[in-house]
């Protein structure tokens, strides 16, 4: 008999949504049966997803959030739960990155990194918790989701984006952090750690000499594809997972063994 994950009834708030894996996670939580809430800083590229999504017979919302902005955090999540309802699975998905040498980083650099990366997440990941330890044992859902995107270069080092790695590192002990104290209230949280997907942001990259080079690197000499990393996704935010709590999961074809 067949099984497939099943997410109707429940409210998926994305981040970094307006593109890349975003738009993809968005996309696979709707066609699970999620009311699904996109949320970035580019509200009109949001738009057309909405509308992509609501063509194929889903349900979409869009909010504005700036996660380097506290006060957009706490209003973003207040409008989401006004919009949709309340927030049964965050994916805290926005990510920055910059390429060069840590003896060229500037204070500039390192804020526009770690104020997206990991004081944005961080925030983020407690606006909606407190959110739903509140609602507590109240509600009769059988529980929260909290997934965190972090990456392999948070599980081992790269030349050339060590200010990325080290944010993302700590994205990596920021979710065990939440695991152990939310655990209790009903939120699972875990983090999936992708290795290189292929995306509109980096896809000339992978036909440039440099790309190849690297692209020759990896264990099965491919880069992935953000469909590869649907499975995993459903499987964190679907009931089935509540024996799942602070469990950083690479899904990299290989390259971190």
Same mark, same amino acid.
């Given at each position: 008999?067949?099984?497939?994950?099943?997410?109707?009834?429940?409210?998926?708030?994305?981040?970094?949504?307006?593109?890349? &894996?975003?738009?993809?996670? $968005?996309?696979?939580?709707?066609?699970? #049966? @999620?009311?699904? !809430?996109? +949320?970035?800083?580019? *509200?009109?590229? &949001?738009?057309?997803?909405? $509308?992509?999504?609501?063509?194929?017979? #889903? @349900?979409?919302? !869009?909010? +504005?959030?700036?996660? *380097?902005?506290?006060?957009?955090?706490?209003? $973003?999540?207040?409008?989401?739960?006004?919009? @949709?309802?309340?927030?049964?699975?965050?994916?805290?998905?926005?990510?920055?990155?910059?390429?060069?040498?840590?003896?060229?980083?500037?204070?500039?650099?390192?804020?526009?990194?770690?104020?997206?990366?990991?004081?944005?997440?961080?925030?983020?990941?407690?606006?909606?918790?407190?959110?739903?330890?509140?609602?507590?044992?109240?509600?009769?859902?059988?529980?929260?989701?909290?997934?965190?995107?972090?990456?392999?270069?948070?599980?081992?080092?790269?030349?050339?984006?060590?200010?990325?790695?080290?944010?993302?590192?700590?994205?990596?002990?920021?979710?065990?952090?939440?695991?152990?104290?939310?655990?209790?209230?009903?939120?699972?949280?875990?983090?999936?750690?992708?290795?290189?997907?292929?995306?509109?942001?980096?896809?000339?990259?992978?036909?440039?000499?440099?790309?190849?080079?690297?692209?020759?690197?990896?264990?099965?000499?491919?880069?992935?594809?953000?469909?590869?990393?649907?499975?995993?996704?459903?499987?964190?935010?679907?009931?089935?997972?509540?024996?799942?709590?602070?469990?950083?999961?690479?899904?990299?074809?290989?390259?971190?063994?």
């Amino acid at each position: 008999m067949g099984r497939s994950i099943n997410l109707e009834g429940k409210v998926a708030l994305i981040t970094g949504a307006s593109s890349g &894996l975003g738009k993809r996670f $968005a996309q696979v939580l709707s066609q699970a #049966g @999620a009311k699904v !809430v996109l +949320a970035s800083r580019r *509200t009109e590229r &949001l738009k057309e997803l909405r $509308a992509e999504i609501e063509a194929s017979g #889903g @349900a979409a919302h !869009v909010v +504005a959030l700036d996660v *380097t902005d506290y006060q957009s955090i706490k209003a $973003a999540v207040a409008h989401a739960e006004t919009e @949709a309802g309340t927030i049964d699975i965050l994916v805290n998905n926005s990510g920055v990155s910059t390429t060069q040498k840590l003896t060229d980083v500037t204070p500039a650099d390192f804020e526009f990194v770690f104020d997206t990366n990991t004081r944005g997440a961080f925030f983020v990941a407690q606006e909606v918790a407190k959110r739903m330890i509140m609602r507590g044992s109240s509600t009769s859902k059988p529980g929260y989701r909290i997934i965190n995107v972090a990456s392999v270069a948070g599980l081992r080092v790269f030349p050339q984006i060590g200010l990325y790695a080290m944010s993302k590192a700590a994205v990596v002990q920021m979710t065990k952090a939440m695991a152990l104290e939310w655990g209790r209230h009903g939120i699972n949280v875990n983090a999936i750690c992708p290795g290189y997907i292929d995306t509109e942001i980096n896809h000339h990259h992978w036909k440039t000499e440099q790309g190849q080079k690297l692209m020759s690197l990896l264990p099965r000499r491919r880069v992935g594809k953000p469909e590869d990393l649907d499975g995993l996704l459903l499987l964190l935010c679907a009931d089935e997972s509540q024996f799942i709590n602070g469990s950083v999961i690479s899904a990299d074809d290989g390259f971190s063994l």
